[in-house]
Nanobody, 127 residues
Framework: QVQLVESGGGLVQAGGSLRLSCAASGRTFSTYTMGWFRQAPGKEREFVAAISWSGGNTYYSDSVQGRFTISRDNAKNTVYLQMNSLKPADTAVYYC????????????????????WGQGTQVTVSS
């Protein structure tokens, strides 16, 4: 079973940056699409970014496009989320997730595509 552990969250002022990491266990990490989701209090968990197994294709929500960058290092079984120009609205618990099968680009943006989830890491952006 794939296990995911996020790290790198914390408190940052608006306009600042953080880099989240997600360490994955499993021999077939490189074959999974990896995604980041976030959930703020009182809100549904929402898609943030995803990256294909090869790293050749990336996907972002409109709210983070141009500010966040997802990447992966398959040799290290790790996926990253570089978060720049952070806003208070980015405050949330951030989760990484792994999807063994993706049926469409839309499917990649949905929670149901992802079978494995980390425990989450808190990101707080102060104004």
């Amino acid at each position: 079973q794939v296990q995911l552990v996020e790290s790198g969250g914390g408190l940052v002022q608006a306009g600042g940056s953080l880099r989240l990491s997600c360490a994955a266990s499993g021999r077939t990490f490189s074959t999974y699409t990896m995604g980041w989701f976030r959930q703020a209090p009182g809100k549904e968990r929402e898609f943030v970014a995803a990256i294909s197994w090869s790293g050749g294709n990336t996907y972002y929500s409109d709210s983070v496009q141009g500010r966040f960058t997802i990447s992966r290092d398959n040799a290290k079984n790790t996926v990253y989320l570089q978060m720049n120009s952070l806003k208070p609205a980015d405050t949330a618990v951030y989760y990484c997730a792994a999807a063994p099968i993706i049926y469409s680009d839309q499917h990649r943006r949905e929670r149901r595509a992802y079978d494995y989830w980390g425990q989450g890491t808190q990101v707080t952006v102060s104004s």
